[in-house]
């Protein structure tokens, strides 16, 4: 069992930046590979970013790479999410999750993840 738990969100303006990090409860953080989504009203929750467990690969969604950055510290049971440059459009409650697994070609997939945190909102003033 993974308990986690997000914070950093905030009011930023657009352009500026905010760093979200998620705290991850029990002995076994490290061995589950960690990934951030974000939902906007109306929308589906869409990936952003995924670090495996070991923290030696890492996958950027698109909209994101070049702005954000995803890190992570095994010792201290945290994931960070750098989000520089922000834009109105990244608008949305922010989401940490913890999968066992690490596959490249189902990292966006939501269902793949086992535990979830309950969001952070992160709101981009234009």
């Known amino acids: 069992q993974v308990q986690l738990v997000e914070s950093g ?6 352009g500026g930046s905010l760093r979200l990090s998620c ?3 029990g002995r076994t953080f490290s061995s589950y590979a960690m990934g951030w989504f974000r939902q906007s ?5 869409e990936f952003v970013a995924a670090i495996r467990a070991d923290g030696a690969s890492i996958s950027i969604a698109n ?8 890190s992570r510290d095994n010792a201290k049971n945290l994931v960070n999410l750098q989000m520089n440059s922000l834009k109105p459009e990244d608008t949305a409650v922010y989401y940490c999750a913890a999968r066992k697994t690490w ?9 793949r993840y086992d535990y979830w945190g309950q969001g952070t909102q992160v709101t981009v003033s234009s």
């Open 9 to 14: 969100g905030g009011l930023v303006q657009a």
């Open 23 to 25: 705290a991850a409860s």
């Open 41 to 45: 009203p109306g929308k589906e929750r």
């Open 63 to 70: 909209s994101v790479k070049g702005r954000f950055t995803i």
């Open 103 to 111: 596959v490249v070609g189902n990292l966006a997939q939501r269902g």
